[in-house]
């Protein structure tokens, strides 16, 4: 019997034509058959694992202390105790997630109206936001404020940001969303400088400007990914940052930037690809606005520093050769301790949700350890972890076409509106003890 082995085992091609001369008409239709069914089942394989189509769904795991708020929290947002269910077909890959998030955003993204400020800031930088009126009342009746920051080099008109807004408007919140310094298309710089993967001075900006121009309004601070670092280490840098704020929530952010860094550079879940991508597009960003960063007297970039920013294949490049020197860091590891949120975050007060996607393939496990700690030992903190999601994808849908709306969106607002009705609740009850207080201490005359 001849064997492909035995074949193949003849490396002369002319033997090899020879050998299939021999082999009886009978023997080709099954092996070619075979060597289809073969290829079938390898590309199937691949599938299977590509997609993580044996994945099972699961809720949240959610990590918190017991306490009244967290009882309330659990009871009140069901989506953290339920199954996520991400479409069957593609929804269980964290890749195929992050890169509809990448490329599209979201589905079907509708069109805000709103208003852009611009407010000059002490260095000669102009920060811009946009503010979005909600459209419809608040459940608890009250003004609040939804303060937004987006993730790296994005701005109010990403599509994923968008979405967002348009569902938080209907839900009764005014949004303010920043947009990152440098980001914005067609807006050139006022100085020298540009965002920064810690700087909290364009966002501490916004938040007063919103404090000033409502008086009556309380504040929720969302941050996605790069922007949950900053919206962290705002809140933690100054104690009267926390003022007027009722909760925050950090979405898909590595709490560590030199430990994220560093898994960056790994090959794991092809996370270096991941690191060329976004190098690239920093470095398109950045190069864009060139003639700024170089043509300012007062500038701390270079020639030799734009030269090594066009040979950079990596985020941590980019930050030795440009970013750090925004701010004068004299090293690129001052430079990650400075700007990141994990030496300020456990001096946040207020309630604090950090969310994560365990199959997020820029995030690596490790960096989980830090939200994970923090909620075992602070009562105020609740760090969400989903099985599936990806990078700010979390998409919903039944089999291949996700729906518009996503699972992160109806979460953050159903957390959100939980802390605004706790929060009434217990204005209402110390109102209420206030009264009977005074009632108690008010001298009594007698007839």
Request: glycine share 6%.
């Amino acid at each position: 019997m001849i064997t492909v082995t035995s074949i193949f085992s003849n490396y002369n091609y002319i033997t090899i034509i020879l050998y299939l001369q021999k082999i009886n008409s009978n023997y080709l239709p099954a092996m070619f058959d075979g060597v289809k069914l073969a290829a079938v089942a390898t590309v199937l394989y691949v599938l299977v694992r590509c997609l993580n189509l044996k994945s099972t769904t699961e809720p949240p795991e959610v990590v918190c202390q017991d306490t009244p708020l967290s009882r309330f929290l659990l009871k009140s947002c069901p989506m953290l105790s339920a199954e996520y269910i991400p479409p069957l077909l593609w929804g269980k890959s964290g890749h195929f997630q992050t890169a509809l998030y990448g490329k599209m955003g979201r589905i079907n993204t509708p069109t805000l109206s709103g208003v852009r400020k611009f407010l000059p800031m002490h260095d000669g930088a102009t920060a811009t936001f946009d503010i979005f009126e909600a459209l419809a009342a608040h459940s608890t009746g009250d003004d609040i404020t939804m303060v937004i920051c987006p993730g790296i080099g994005n701005h109010s008109e990403q599509n994923y940001i968008r979405t967002f807004v348009d569902y938080s408007q209907r839900q009764g919140y005014r949004c303010a969303v920043l947009n990152h310094l440098g980001a914005l298309p067609n807006l050139e710089l006022t100085s020298p400088r540009m965002f920064t993967c810690g700087c909290t001075w364009e966002f501490e900006a916004m938040v007063s400007f919103v404090k000033q121009a409502f008086p009556q309004t309380q504040l929720i601070i969302v941050g996605f990914s790069l922007g949950g670092n900053i919206v962290c280490k705002f809140l933690g840098e100054n104690r009267s940052n926390q003022e007027r704020v009722l909760c925050c929530v950090s979405v898909c952010q590595g709490y560590s930037a030199l430990r994220a860094q560093e898994t960056f550079l790994q090959w794991d879940q092809c996370r270096r690809l991941y690191n060329f991508l976004l190098a690239d597009k920093m470095k398109k960003l950045i190069l864009s606005h060139r003639d700024t960063l170089l043509g300012m007297s007062c500038s701390s970039i270079t020639e030799a520093d734009v030269s090594r920013l066009c040979a950079a294949t990596s985020l941590m490049q980019i930050d030795d050769s440009i970013m750090r020197k925004f701010h004068g860091y004299n090293s690129l590891g001052e430079y990650y301790e400075k700007e990141s949120c994990v030496h300020f975050i456990h001096k946040v007060t207020v309630p604090l949700l950090l969310l994560n996607s365990s199959d997020d393939p820029l995030i690596h496990q490790s960096l989980l350890d830090v939200p994970r700690t923090l909620a075992e030992k602070k009562p105020n903190v609740m760090f969400t972890l989903t099985q599936h999601g990806g990078h700010l994808g979390f998409f919903e849908g039944a089999m291949l076409f996700p729906q518009p709306l996503t699972w992160m969106d109806k979460a953050i607002v159903e957390y959100t509106d939980a802390i605004c009705h706790w929060e009434k609740k217990n204005d209402t009850h110390r109102v209420q003890q206030l009264a009977s207080t005074f009632l108690e201490s008010k001298p009594t005359h007698e007839c």
